[in-house]
């Protein structure tokens, strides 16, 4: 359904919607076992514009939620549509202390001269490659080199649908 909503814009009420629920968990799990963990929203390519700083802003304030429990996931596209926008929003995310990831990294069409233009702290390695690492030997050298890459620029960086043993000890080997 998120494409159609997407089409028919009802996705920025829905990424509205789902940055609330999620604060409110944040809000809920505050003085449990869980009050350190934090929660990954993905930000479609439309809800991505001035408008959503103040969402985040108002949920974060409203549930007086500390900025670091709350990352934005974003694609390579939503990046890549318009760089220097993007650039500007992401910075301005920063800035709020919340946490920035490129998601399904490597399935898009960036180019790495613009990857250390942005403000992200971690890469999320996209399932499509994960999935045939131990088989296919062009998906290890892809995920080696994301993994190194994420490295060297001081990036955390996510596996995405390690689903056998085998698949985890070869990410883990990666460290």
Not at 11 to 16: F, L, N, P, T
Not at 66 to 81: C, G, K, N, W
Not at 98 to 118: E, P
Request: hydrophobic letters at 45%; one cysteine or more; glycine letters at 4%.
């Amino acid at each position: 359904f998120i494409p159609l909503a997407e089409d028919t814009g009802m996705i920025v009420a829905i990424g509205d919607w789902v940055i609330k629920m999620a604060c409110q968990q944040l809000a809920l799990w505050k003085n449990t076992a869980f009050e350190k963990l934090h929660i990954a929203v993905n930000i479609s390519a439309r809800h991505f514009n001035p408008s959503l700083l103040k969402t985040i802003d108002e949920e974060l304030n409203a549930n007086q939620l500390s900025p670091e429990l709350l990352e934005l996931e974003i694609t390579e596209s939503v990046l890549m549509d318009n760089a220097d926008a993007a650039i500007s929003i992401l910075n301005q995310i920063r800035e709020m202390g919340i946490s920035l990831a490129i998601d399904d990294f490597g399935t898009g069409y960036s180019s790495l001269s613009y990857l250390k233009r942005f403000p992200i702290s971690s890469l999320k390695i996209d399932r499509s490659f994960v999935k045939d690492v131990i088989e296919d030997n062009n998906d290890a050298a892809i995920v080696s080199s994301i993994v190194a890459l994420a490295k060297n620029m001081d990036l955390l960086v996510t596996a995405e649908g390690v689903e056998t043993e085998e698949q985890l000890a070869f990410i883990e080997g990666l460290g």
